[in-house]
């Protein structure tokens, strides 16, 4: 009898790859239409969320595109057939997986064929619009970072972690940019507010806030 409380998310997650990357899936609980975010590594154990959970996986959206965060992403749009969206300005690490695989040593995985760009402000939809996905840009990490706000939750990619935050000194990050994304963008949320990170444990604003040795 009870009606679908609006907004509400589940999420799963796996840890995965040489990187220990949290691959996602957020969720609608009645319809389990979903989006998979940042399917890093290991496409076999993240379909295997796919089919133990009965997801629809209509989109596959991106925090960003460091090799650590893209491995599966060919594998997953071939076999659930959803389309592939990242920000514009990290396009150029998407052409240059070879050359992030080179810094790494390792093999460089297939480049995704991208479907559509994540642009400030936009929103995804799922079940009818009873979630909504909400784009914020959160560059510093990389140039076209961005961060997914759903429910009461925030998928943060490398952008905030539990008691750290993104490394810059790879192409394209810049400290201030990131420092200033945190701020302005992600610590404006509810102390109650849960935040996912693209790496470790997840965590929420108010601990960050309060903890984090960059913010306090
Ligand atoms: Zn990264
Ligand atoms: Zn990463």
């Known amino acids: 009898m009870s009606a679908p409380h609006?907004?509400?998310?589940?999420?799963?997650?796996?840890t995965v790859g040489p990187f220990a990357e949290n691959s996602y899936f957020l969720f609608d609980p009645e319809s389990r239409e979903a989006v998979a975010i940042d399917p890093?590594?290991?496409a076999d154990r993240l379909l295997e969320i796919v089919r133990r959970e009965r997801l629809d996986v209509r989109a596959i959206l991106n925090t960003h595109c460091h090799?650590?965060?893209?491995?599966?992403?060919?594998?997953?749009?071939?076999a659930t057939g959803a389309p592939f969206?990242?920000?514009?300005?990290?396009?150029?690490?998407?052409?240059?997986?070879?050359?992030?695989?080179?810094?790494?040593?390792?093999?460089?995985?297939a480049i995704p064929e991208i479907d559509g760009y994540l642009v400030e402000g936009q929103t995804f939809e799922l079940a009818g619009g009873r979630i909504a996905i909400r784009i914020l840009e959160t560059?510093?990490?990389?140039?076209?970072?961005?961060t997914f706000h759903a429910g009461d939750s925030l998928f943060s990619g490398d952008v905030l972690f539990q008691s750290s935050i993104?490394?810059?000194?790879?192409?394209?990050?810049?400290?201030e940019t990131l420092l200033r994304s945190i701020?302005?963008?992600?610590?404006?949320?509810?102390?109650?507010?849960?935040?996912?990170?693209?790496?470790?444990?997840?965590?929420?604003?108010?601990?960050?806030?309060?903890?984090?040795?960059?913010?306090?």
Not at 6 to 14: D, L, N, W, Y
Not at 85 to 109: E, N, T, V, W, Y
Not at 166 to 175: A, C, F, H, V
Not at 184 to 209: F, K, M, N, Q, S
């Open 6 to 14: 609006s907004g509400q998310i589940e999420v799963r997650s796996e």
């Open 67 to 78: 090799i650590d965060h893209v491995g599966a992403v060919s594998a997953l749009k071939a």
């Open 139 to 146: 560059p510093g990490h990389s140039p076209g970072s961005v």
């Open 40 to 42: 890093g590594d290991e």
């Open 166 to 175: 993104g490394r810059t000194d790879l192409p394209g990050g810049d400290y």
């Open 85 to 109: 969206h990242i920000h514009a300005a990290d396009r150029f690490l998407l052409d240059g997986l070879s050359a992030q695989a080179a810094l790494f040593g390792l093999r460089p995985p």
């Open 183 to 216: 701020r302005e963008r992600l610590l404006r949320y509810p102390d109650a507010t849960r935040v996912w990170p693209g790496h470790g444990p997840p965590t929420t604003i108010g601990r960050e806030r309060e903890t984090n040795p960059f913010l306090v």
